[in-house]
């Protein structure tokens, strides 16, 4: 998929799971211990029941996407939106899709809607991102 030239409508799709342990490790290196996110106990007095991964993490997987996997190398992260709209959660799998709804090959910038759904297609987290890359633009 990494050397698909970005077009408007373009829609890719990429498969994801965290588990409690990347939970973990993401509150150690951000310092951000809301027990909400690690304690069992604490989560199970809240209306989420169990504990719910940082929306940070979450969102985290369109950075991986777009420098790994679409556009890939040598993208530039230039605007990420993101509303969270239903808590997600450890050990459960979800799907990131994505449209790209502009294209500047002169500019080398894509502009994509970013989605995150569950299992039963519910979305989680919506948002929009820009990007930079004009090596994609090229032709391979």
């Known amino acids: 998929m990494r050397h698909t030239i970005p077009v408007k409508g373009f829609q890719f799709e990429h498969a994801f799971e965290f588990s409690q342990e990347n939970v973990a490790r993401f509150a150690e290196v951000t310092g951000d211990n809301n027990p909400i996110h690690l304690n069992e106990a604490y989560a199970a007095s809240t209306?989420?029941?169990?504990?719910?991964?940082?929306?940070?993490?979450?969102?985290?997987?369109f950075?991986?996407?777009f420098g790994t996997i679409y556009p890939g190398e040598?993208?530039?992260?230039?605007?990420q939106q993101m509303i969270f709209k239903r808590?997600?959660?450890?050990?459960?799998?979800?799907?990131?899709?994505?449209t790209v709804v502009d294209a500047d090959p002169e500019k080398g910038a894509i502009t994509v809607d970013c989605v995150i759904v569950d299992e039963n297609e519910k979305v989680c987290l919506q948002g929009m991102a820009r990007l930079l890359n004009k090596s994609v633009f090229q032709t391979r």
Do not use: C, D, N
């Open 74 to 79: 040598g993208t530039i992260y230039l605007e």
């Open 47 to 61: 209306p989420f029941q169990k504990p719910i991964m940082h929306g940070f993490l979450s969102g985290s997987v």
């Open 63 to 65: 950075s991986k996407v």
């Open 87 to 98: 808590p997600m959660f450890a050990g459960q799998r979800y799907h990131a899709k994505f």
